[in-house]
């Protein structure tokens, strides 16, 4: 049984800065604030014109180049968004074409802040499986365009934001490398702490008027249950996939635990009892671009040069839903 190796790494953002001040220029926030509740100073929004499936395939043109692969080498694609370019289809049959490849499977999953794990879980299972030898995972989000950028929506336009990361996932039959093992989770009696309620099939007319006035349209978050919720599950799930390897929190060289909000991550440092050195964080820079976070935190560490060849490295997200889950690999 082969297992899978990531192979290359990418990342993308738009070009549009959006700093603190400029949030304070429209609605009730400040610098201040933002910095000291969520630990960000900046992130990426889309300008006019920009598509999600444009960020995805510079990261995937970044990842294949990484691995030395045409992208004619692919098998097959898994695309994690809950923001797709449009209602359908998914963005992972356009990214198939903007690549020029033939008629490749392209899965697209919605699995919120923990698509790319769920992603790399199911890269994993297929290489396993034999049923592909190399598979483009990719998390993309566009988050600013359903923001409300007004004082009601401050809690949550100043922590969302756009980009991409992709890695190409392959099969190697070398013992010593590869994802080791995943922890995956869903609770759905908690949708309704995070979600976007709206535009949905089961409404007719899907959009009007009247309802986007309501502000229905708009991510909504009850932020305090969904950090309580998250601070407890993500270092549950990182110790279930330690303890099935029979390792220890100390025999982490890197996690990158989902960057939703700095004071999120520093607690599930803690929790785990981790030093500095061994956790990863880029929100400050970023924002929380859902299931991007992982990826894109990743591909800045790999050319950091922050990862050697026998390195313990875990993965871990929460999200809307509520899901969330752990991948462990040994780089
Ligand atoms: O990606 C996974 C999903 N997302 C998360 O994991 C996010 C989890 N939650 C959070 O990160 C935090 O709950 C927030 C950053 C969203 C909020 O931080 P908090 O410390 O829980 O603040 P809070 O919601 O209790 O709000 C405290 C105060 C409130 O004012 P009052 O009611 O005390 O007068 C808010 O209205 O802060 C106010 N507030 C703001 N003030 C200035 C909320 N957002 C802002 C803002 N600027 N942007």
């Known amino acids: 049984m082969p297992n899978a190796v990531i192979l290359g790494t990418g990342r993308a953002v738009p070009a549009r800065t959006v700093s603190n001040d400029e949030f304070a220029s429209v609605m009730d926030t400040s610098d201040d604030w933002i910095r000291t509740r969520t630990g960000i100073r900046e992130r990426?929004?889309?300008?006019?014109?920009?598509?999600?499936?444009?960020?995805?395939?510079?990261?995937?043109?970044?990842?294949l180049?990484?691995?030395?692969?045409?992208?004619?080498?692919?098998?097959?694609?898994?695309?994690?968004?809950?923001?797709?370019?449009?209602f359908l289809p998914g963005n992972g049959v356009y990214l198939q074409h903007h690549l020029g490849l033939g008629p490749i499977p392209a899965f697209d999953i919605r699995l919120q802040c923990a698509g790319f794990v769920y992603a790399l879980a199911m890269a994993d299972t297929f290489v396993r499986s034999g049923a592909y030898r190399r598979i483009l995972v990719v998390a993309q989000e566009i988050q600013s365009t359903r923001m409300d950028v007004s004082t009601k929506g401050r809690h949550t336009a100043v922590i969302f934001a756009d980009g991409a990361g992709a890695v190409v996932v392959g099969a190697s039959d070398d013992p010593g490398r590869g994802i080791l093992t995943f922890d995956l989770h869903s609770d759905g009696g908690y949708a309704d702490k995070l979600w976007v309620e709206e535009p949905g099939a089961i409404l007719n007319p899907t959009i009007s008027a009247e309802r986007y006035a309501e502000g229905r349209y708009f991510l909504q978050m009850d932020g305090k249950e969904v950090f309580r919720h998250a601070v407890q599950r993500m270092p549950e799930s990182v110790?279930?996939?330690?303890?099935?390897?029979?390792?220890?929190?100390?025999d982490l060289a890197l996690l990158i635990?989902?960057?939703?909000?700095?004071?999120?991550?520093?607690?599930?440092?803690?929790?785990?009892?981790?030093?500095?050195?061994?956790?990863?964080?880029?929100?400050?820079?970023?924002?929380?671009?859902?299931?991007?976070?992982?990826?894109?935190?990743?591909?800045?560490?790999?050319?950091?040069?922050?990862?050697a060849a026998g390195d313990l490295v875990g993965f871990t997200a929460f999200g809307s839903g509520f899901v969330w889950g752990s991948v462990l690999l040994r780089w």
Not at 66 to 71: C, F, V, Y
């Open 44 to 63: 990426h929004w889309i300008s006019p014109g920009e598509t999600g499936v444009d960020l995805a395939l510079t990261a995937t043109r970044q990842a």
């Open 65 to 86: 180049e990484m691995a030395s692969l045409g992208a004619e080498q692919l098998d097959a694609i898994i695309y994690a968004t809950i923001t797709p370019d449009h």
């Open 239 to 250: 110790r279930t996939c330690l303890g099935r390897i029979d390792a220890k929190p100390a």
């Open 257 to 307: 635990p989902h960057q939703a909000n700095l004071r999120i991550s520093e607690m599930v440092q803690k929790e785990l009892g981790l030093r500095d050195e061994q956790v990863y964080n880029n929100i400050e820079r970023f924002g929380n671009t859902t299931s991007a976070t992982i990826p894109i935190a990743l591909d800045e560490c790999v050319r950091a040069g922050r990862l």
